[in-house]
């Protein structure tokens, strides 16, 4: 079992940064390849990013290439989202999520999620 907590969330502006963490409970936290999510009112939740369960595969989507970088500390049992240059279609509730599948894309394929936290871009 794995429980989830995100932080970081808030009101920025556009073209500002914010850095999202997740905490995982539970001793096989390093066992699971993590993933970030974001669903925006009145859509689907779409992914975001996902890193292998030792860090050195990363994944992110076309959206977000090269303005976010996700990485992770397994000794402190969290992953992180590091945001730069948002713009107001980054706005949505991010929820991070942890999978044993190698889908990583598909948020069917994750087993755990966090309550997410909400991400206010301002133009």
């Known amino acids: 079992q794995v429980q989830l907590v995100e932080s970081g969330g808030g009101l920025v502006q556009a073209g500002g940064s914010l850095r999202l963490s997740c905490a995982a409970s539970?001793?096989?936290?390093?066992?699971?390849?993590m993933g970030w999510f974001r669903q925006a009112p009145g859509k689907e939740r779409e992914f975001v990013s996902a890193?292998?369960?030792?860090?050195?595969?990363?994944y992110y989507a076309d959206s977000v290439k090269g303005r976010f970088t996700i990485s992770r500390d397994n000794a402190k049992n969290t992953v992180y989202l590091q945001m730069n240059s948002l713009k107001p279609e980054d706005t949505a509730v991010y929820y991070c999520?942890?999978?044993?599948?190698?889908?990583?894309?598909?948020?069917?394929?994750?087993?755990?999620w966090g309550q997410g936290t909400q991400v206010t871009v301002s133009s």
């Open positions: 999520a942890a999978t044993r599948s190698g889908s990583y894309y598909y948020h069917e394929r994750y087993d755990y």
């Open positions: 539970g001793r096989t936290f390093s066992s699971y390849a």
């Open positions: 890193i292998s369960w030792g860090g050195s595969n990363t």
